[in-house]
T-cell receptor
Framework: GAVVSQHPSRVICKSGTSVKIECRSL??????MFWYRQFPKQSLMLMAT?????????EQGVEKDKFLINHASLTLSTLTVTSAHPEDSSFYIC??????????????FGPGTRLTVL | AQSVTQPDIHITVSEGASLELRCNYS??????LFWYVQSPGQGLQLLLK??????LVQGIKGFEAEFKRSQSSFNLRKPSVHWSDAAEYFC????????????FGGGTRLMVKP
């Protein structure tokens, strides 16, 4: 149980285009989803916290107009990288928190999306 | 603010040898602690977690971790390493007052010699 999927797993795009990444919780409802980015050989850095039906909360230094997050349902959150540039190339990972309501809920991670901007 | 330190960036052990990966945290309240493993190009898999109770936590794949409040540590151990354990390991602390937001350590890359 507690499976999170991401689509696509890998995407290559030209500079200036927009890319949408989907994160789905397959067998549970997730009131909260998190988006991370990971540069090569580095740790995960939280970008934003996404709550179903409300605006995402962005971490300091993350441009909300560049990284658009939509959490339209309890099983789907999307991250759109707008006007992507080579420096946006990274590994993007989402996670979903089970919606039991307690603060001991665990985050389950998706397999990640490798974005390469040419 | 919480923080996590994994002092060892790389560790190499021989197959069959024991393993200990270090994790130190800083958090103002009772921490919620996690260990995740990441294979190359993959997402993270939860190995184990500590919320309360018994300070020795058993996880999947034969891993265990011990919470030591006095040392602010949550070290991961395995008595006998297998070649398939080679991966990146991340320790994380959860903030209960921020929707369980996780702060990750820098990671430890484990290599296993045959």
């Amino acid at each position: 149980g507690a499976v999170v999927s991401q689509h696509p797993s890998r995407v290559i795009c030209k500079s200036g285009t927009s890319v949408k990444i989907e994160c789905r919780s397959l067998d549970f409802q997730a009131t909260t989803m998190f988006w991370y980015r990971q540069f090569p050989k580095q740790s995960l850095m939280l970008m934003a916290t996404s709550n179903e039906g409300s605006k995402a909360t962005y971490e300091q230094g993350v441009e909300k107009d560049k990284f658009l997050i939509n959490h339209a349902s309890l099983t789907l959150s999307t991250l759109t990288v707008t006007s992507a540039h080579p420096e946006d190339s990274s590994f993007y990972i989402c996670s979903a928190r089970t919606s039991g309501g307690g603060f001991t809920d665990t985050q389950y991670f998706g397999p990640g999306t490798r974005l390469t901007v040419l | 603010a919480q923080s996590v330190t994994q002092p060892d960036i790389h560790i190499t052990v021989s197959e069959g040898a024991s393993l200990e990966l270090r994790c130190n945290y800083s958090y103002g309240a009772t921490p919620y602690l996690f260990w995740y493993v990441q294979s190359p190009g993959q997402g993270l898999q939860l190995l184990l977690k500590y919320f309360s109770g018994d300070t020795l936590v058993q996880g999947i794949k034969g891993f265990e971790a011990e919470f030591k409040r006095s040392q602010s540590s949550f070290n991961l151990r395995k008595p006998s390493v297998h070649w398939s354990d080679a991966a990146e390991y991340f320790c994380a602390v959860g903030a209960i007052n921020a929707g369980n937001m996780l702060t990750f350590g820098g990671g430890t890359r484990l290599m296993v010699k045959p």
